[in-house]
């Protein structure tokens, strides 16, 4: 074979070898970081902060794009926040705004960014949003006047809508309709047609809440949250078509227990492995029984004991899921005697025999 005839052969078998490194090495590195991200996540979805922030903080140096830079940001922050180890929340809370605000990163990222302050917001309260949130936009949605609880859920909303602005959720939706004017209007009794919210009527609040869900539900975005945020949404979507279907009567029970049975739907396949949706569903099943009040003459008692069943279990153990559960339920409980929901959980303990032994292990030291 003459000499120039096996030189070009042999570059034409480089060139070949050449091209299949180039298209194959960059998806090897790509599934590599697939397979490492999703271990990551279910090592947060466990309750393991301290691993998922090392597996996080590493991956975050091998990101192969700014979309993945800015989810990775994300879900360190939030088990920063959730470790809460020295400071741990000031970080967390820094890593949130470096995403919100470079505009290199997906607008859909930065708007989940936007939602996990809000969601943290949310839990806090006024001298804490002052001083992680002194710059503007923050500082400006923080009215001035009112009560402790108006300002920071005031805050809250304002946060929601600028991510809604960034980039249309349902969660941003649900989020308004559920966790900003469902509970508001939840406080309102029945017969009180005179009092305003926001300076709107209750049926035009109501009218408000039942906007925002319909335009969650055509977002279809299940696949932009992880399964906690989902089962968290579809919470917050519950409570509003609760609410605003009891103030403007266009919606029947059964419509209403539909959006509280689509919650235990959702979270269902990720309860045994994922603490964060086990939480959220305890959550979800007190507000659902808590509904099925509404049905007269003890008429769903039977479905109310078997809703109610987990909290058994909870009552007994001691891991940190079971100590949150019971955090949250001890801070509910200690509202005034009026308050609907202590008024509802003495209701329900009397249905229920497990929840009467968690609401009764609630005040032992």
């Known amino acids: 074979m003459p000499k120039h005839t096996i030189i070009t052969l042999v570059v034409f078998l480089a060139l070949i070898v050449a091209g299949v490194v180039i298209w194959v090495y960059p ?54 926040f959730s470790r809460n180890s020295g400071g741990d929340r000031a970080e967390a809370v820094n890593l949130y ?29 006024e001298s804490f949003y002052k001083l992680y949130f002194p710059e503007s936009p923050y500082q ?20 929601l809508t600028l991510s809604d602005q960034v980039y249309p959720t349902s969660y941003a939706e649900y989020s308004i309709a559920g966790n900003y004017y469902a509970p508001a209007l939840a406080e ?8 305003r919210l926001m300076g709107m009527s209750q049926e035009e609040a109501a009218l408000e809440v039942q906007k925002y869900v319909r ?3 055509a977002r279809n975005d299940d696949e932009l949250h992880v399964p906690h945020v989902n089962v968290r949404k579809y919470l917050y979507r ?19 227990e539909d959006a509280f049975q689509l919650v235990l739907t959702k979270g269902a396949k990720y309860e045994t492995d994922n603490v964060r949706v086990r939480m959220i569903l305890m ?10 009040l509404n049905y007269p003459d003890g008429e769903r008692d039977s479905n109310i004991r078997e809703i109610l069943k987990p909290f058994g279990a909870v009552a007994t153990l001691e891991d940190s899921t079971s100590v949150s559960i019971h955090s949250t339920f001890a801070s509910r409980m200690s509202s005034t005697a009026s308050h609907p929901v ?24």
Do not use: H
């Not at 990222?109 to 839990?123: E, F, G, H, Q």
């Not at 009560?147 to 809250?156: I, L, P, W």
């Not at 959550?283 to 509904?291: H, I, T, V």
């Not at 009397?350 to 929840?355: D, N, R, T, V, W």
């Open 283 to 292: 959550d979800a099943r007190f507000f659902y029984a808590n509904f099925l």
């Open 97 to 125: 705004k470096s995403v919100v605000n470079d505009y290199k990163i997906p607008a859909y990222v930065r708007a989940l960014a936007l939602n996990n302050i809000a969601n943290i917001v949310s839990d806090q309260n």
């Open 140 to 159: 400006g949605f923080m009215p001035s006047t009112g009560s402790e609880n108006f300002k920071v859920y005031r805050a809250y909303a304002q946060i």
């Open 215 to 217: 335009e969650g539900d």
């Open 188 to 195: 309102i009794p029945n017969n009180n047609k005179t009092e």
């Open 27 to 80: 998806q090897f590195t790509m599934n590599r970081f697939n397979r490492q991200y999703s271990d990551a996540t279910k090592l947060s979805s466990s309750g393991n902060s301290e691993d998922a922030i090392a597996e996080f903080s590493r991956l975050l140096k091998e990101a192969p794009d700014k979309a993945s830079e800015g989810k990775l940001k994300v879900l360190l922050a939030g088990n920063l």
């Open 238 to 256: 519950a409570l509003a078509l609760n609410v605003s279907g009891r103030i403007l009567g266009n919606l029947t029970l059964n419509d209403r």
């Open 342 to 365: 202590k008024t509802n959980s003495g209701k329900l303990a009397e249905i229920s025999p497990e929840y009467k032994v968690f609401v009764d292990s609630l005040s032992r030291p």
